[in-house]
């Protein structure tokens, strides 16, 4: 198993136990995220897919899961968990969407924001959806103090869309 999957596997675990347990819930004051049990249950089952690389299992749980009624945590979760296995099969489309989706709970925890708008703005970046890309990353900027490299990044955005000025200012921060 790959380095970057074991990665993605640990982000998702942490975020669904932050998610799931009621102790974790009260320590991260702003995170008011709560599941029913039937919720819990079915995205630890498929997390449990995910860790074992039963991928195709864990979008199917997943897909199925949000045809259902289900609270919107319960959503952004899913959502999240879903854009994370279409990324690993590299469907980055279906992962910008799914991201996206989850992004749109307002109460997601704000380090999982951040998280999920750096990946919505590489995601875009790499499927060359220049507008996107720098749309999502002025948004994760706000949040975090980007290195040289995420400048860089941001510069060759701008170019691309033949914005030179915001490109050369990018490159001079």
Do not use: C
């Amino acid at each position: 198993m790959s380095i970057k999957r074991l990665a993605s596997i640990g982000f998702l675990s942490v975020f669904i136990w932050i998610a799931i347990t009621p102790s974790a819930v009260s320590a991260t004051k702003k995170s008011n995220i709560t599941l029913s049990k039937k919720e819990h249950r079915v995205l630890k089952e498929a997390q449990q897919a995910v860790s074992v690389d039963d991928l195709p299992l864990a979008e199917e749980l997943l897909l199925s899961f949000n045809q259902k009624k289900i609270s919107k945590a319960a959503r952004a979760l899913s959502q999240q968990m879903l854009g994370k296995v279409y990324q690993t099969q590299l469907d980055y489309p279906n992962a910008l969407i799914a991201y996206e989706k989850a992004l749109s709970y307002q109460k997601l925890p704000l380090s999982t924001k951040v998280k999920l708008f750096e990946q919505v703005h590489k995601l875009n970046y790499y499927v060359k959806n220049w507008e996107k890309s720098v749309y999502w990353w002025l948004k994760w900027e706000k949040r975090v103090k980007p290195t040289a490299d995420d400048y860089l990044l941001l510069s060759n955005a701008y170019k691309h869309q033949k914005k030179w000025k915001q490109a050369r200012q990018a490159l001079l921060k």
